[in-house]
């Protein structure tokens, strides 16, 4: 089983960027595609991007579109969230997730979960 821990988070003004990161440990990431997910307080989990095993395709959510990029160094095992021009309602929990066979943009069909970081932005 894959362990995944995210880091990278904080408090940050509107317009600023964040960088998370995502680093597994137990198994490769080279056999997982992964995504991101974030959920706000008094919301469900929002898919926010995700990306295959050899990071030839990405996905986004509407809300990430144009702002958010997905990248992946499976030789570090780790992924990343680029996060730019952020916004008072990109505020939430921001979680990796790992899972075997082709990308999802549901949040329950994941196999592995890290704990979260949180991402604050003040207007």
């Known amino acids: 089983q894959v362990q995944l821990v995210e880091s990278g988070g904080g408090l940050v003004q509107a317009g600023d960027s964040l960088r998370l990161t995502c680093t597994a440990t137990g198994r490769t990431l080279r056999d997982y595609c992964m995504g991101w997910f974030r959920q706000a307080p008094g919301k469900e989990h929002e898919f926010v991007a995700a990306i295959s095993w050899s990071a030839e395709s990405t996905y986004y959510g509407d809300s990430a579109k144009g702002r958010f990029v997905i990248s992946r160094d499976n030789a570090k095992n780790t992924v990343y969230l680029q996060m730019n021009s952020l916004k008072p309602e990109d505020t939430a929990v921001y979680y990796c997730?790992?899972?075997?066979?082709?990308?999802?943009?549901?949040?329950?069909?994941?196999?592995?979960w890290g704990q979260g970081t949180q991402v604050t932005v003040s207007s």
């Open positions: 997730a790992a899972k075997r066979g082709g990308v999802a943009r549901l949040w329950k069909v994941y196999d592995a």
